[in-house]
């Protein structure tokens, strides 16, 4: 999910006070007052802990290249209201423009779909896993054996690590983006799941 977003409408990566935009956003943050308080990607202070989702996705639902259950990529936000799969939308990162709305994802805890231009076109949680097997807390060894095979590639990215206190880890299927993981530096874990990339806002 990274440098530059003009492929993928993604929100360029701008400054140390980096954070994970969306999350924040769920929690009332990713605003320019907040964004010299904000530290790494992936660090537990930028993860909300109040965040309510309702149960219309499937029992056993998981994060695949598509989506996550009904919720697929390329949906618009009217229908994914409409059906019960997102709530509480509201205003996306102020990078991407005005045509970026963030809501959570129902069903799935921690997690939440960003709407560029009102469709669906990322989703990343804190929680669960992905319809390969990687949970959250699996290793990147871990992340690079489930994806060996089958069309999966892993690349692993540690530049973010110095400003944005993360390790990149991107899946590609066939070539085409499927997954992207945020791994913690120094113990190498997954601690955020996204497909088809991460989500990042100033």
Known sequence: ????????????????????????????????????????????????????????????????????????????????????????????????????????VAGLPDGYGTFDDGKLTNISALQGETAEGLRIGATIDEAKQIYSGSGFTVTVDETPVEVFEFISVTVKRNGAEAYEFAAEPKSKKIEQLATPHLLICD
């Open 1 to 104: 999910m990274v440098e530059a977003y003009p492929d993928r409408m993604r929100p360029t990566r701008i400054g140390p006070a980096v954070v994970l935009c969306g999350l924040l956003l769920l929690a009332g943050g990713c605003d320019d007052d907040k964004d010299s308080s904000s530290s790494g990607a992936t660090s537990s202070s930028t993860a909300p802990s109040e965040l309510t989702t309702t149960s219309a996705a499937p029992a056993g639902a998981r994060l695949t290249p598509e989506g996550y259950g009904r919720l697929t990529l390329g949906m618009t936000l009217d229908s994914a209201k409409s059906d019960g799969l997102v709530t509480n939308e509201r205003p996306g990162c102020e990078l991407a423009g005005p045509g970026q709305v963030t809501a959570e």
